[in-house]
């Protein structure tokens, strides 16, 4: 009995932190080119975080545009240890775990209403699924929001993509891009305005103050501002990590994300409103810069091939790719998802 209990007392020894010990948190968030929610709202939250939840930790904070590393390869990260909280770019990691793109297929999120819908349905699936395959537990959704195109020849409607090079950032919107008769280039964000200006890719989607943040109204002349999806991003903490705090602690800290999350929900809808004036030189414009696109009329043809994509095309794309990782994938996501749309 001794020495059973001598092992079980070496075992919390090695699994939890010592009387007084500070935990260091090794965060890598969003690229510092997406702009003002990295900026104004995750940046001061972690420079902040230490105080704020009256934790013994101390946090070391990188964009991920200042380490080389990928924004593809966070999970990887994540699981490995070598950061302790990641600002997880869903679409970007969902190459690593396609469940992840159930929460944002093209078609699926036209709204922040029904992102919050998709959210709350799925987001228990995806980080059942984060915590079995990546050591990896879910602190919170938020999206950047609607992601349009821009485009720098004259467009006049989704059909004249045709034959353009397109940048998408996943799979699911590659498949759609196709489906139009673009051709989908994977770029990751901070090389798209150059690419844009040298010609590598023809249009580009992602979400207006993001553009304007990153300044591609100054290498594109068309903008169309019909949602795609609505760039659904997460934090997520290495689950060796959150498992050396207390049960309070715990607490504390899933409180502090859940008001961060709320408070970037509402930032991220007065950012995209301005940045689509902005960006169009339309009035008042007070969080971006002000530019002159050409801002393309959405026509109901443009508008029906969107609403449609979920049921026709990204589903089924998406769901062929997730059950052969994830036997149970499709089915979950019909059974909560789905149910809501009538799948």
Request: aromatic share 8%.
């Amino acid at each position: 009995m001794r020495q059973i209990f001598a092992a079980l007392s070496l075992g919390l020894l090695l699994g939890s932190p010592a009387i007084g010990e500070t935990i260091e948190l090794k965060v890598l968030g969003q690229p510092g080119s997406t702009g003002l929610i990295q900026k104004n709202k995750e940046l001061p939250f972690f420079e902040t975080f230490a105080a704020d939840t009256g934790l013994d930790v101390t946090v070391n904070f990188q964009p991920l545009d200042a380490t080389g590393i990928k924004d593809t390869e966070e999970l990887r990260v994540l699981k490995s240890g070598l950061f302790n909280v990641i600002s997880l770019r869903m679409s970007q990691v969902s190459r690593d775990e396609p469940t992840i793109l159930g929460l944002d297929l093209v078609g699926l999120n036209p709204t922040y209403d029904a992102g919050k819908k998709t959210m709350a349905d799925f987001s228990e699936i995806v980080d059942k699924r984060l915590q079995e395959k990546f050591n990896t537990k879910l602190l919170g959704i938020w999206p950047f929001g609607p992601q349009v195109l821009f485009c720098k020849p004259e467009i006049g409607k989704l059909t004249d993509l045709k034959g353009y090079k397109v940048r998408v950032y996943d799979q699911n919107l590659a498949k759609f891009v196709e489906s139009v008769g673009g051709i989908p280039v994977p770029l990751g964000f901070s090389e798209v305005q150059q690419s844009l200006a040298r010609g590598v890719v023809d249009c580009a989607i992602t979400g207006p103050s993001s553009a304007n943040s990153a300044a591609w109204p100054e290498v594109t002349t068309h903008v169309l501002p019909l949602a795609f999806q609505i760039a659904l991003n997460g934090y997520g903490i290495n689950l060796d990590t959150w498992n050396k705090f207390s049960p309070e602690d715990q607490a504390k800290i899933e409180a502090a994300f859940d008001t961060l999350v709320s408070e970037i929900w509402a930032y991220s809808e007065e950012l995209f409103d301005d940045a689509m004036r902005c960006n169009v030189g339309k009035t008042p414009c007070e969080l971006n810069k002000p530019y002159n696109l050409v801002e393309v009329p959405i026509s109901e043809e443009d508008l029906k091939i969107v609403e449609s994509a979920v049921k026709e095309l990204s589903f089924p794309a998406w769901a062929e790719v997730c059950d052969a990782t994830n036997p149970s994938c499709s089915a979950d996501w019909k059974a909560t998802v789905g149910t809501r749309l009538g799948m």
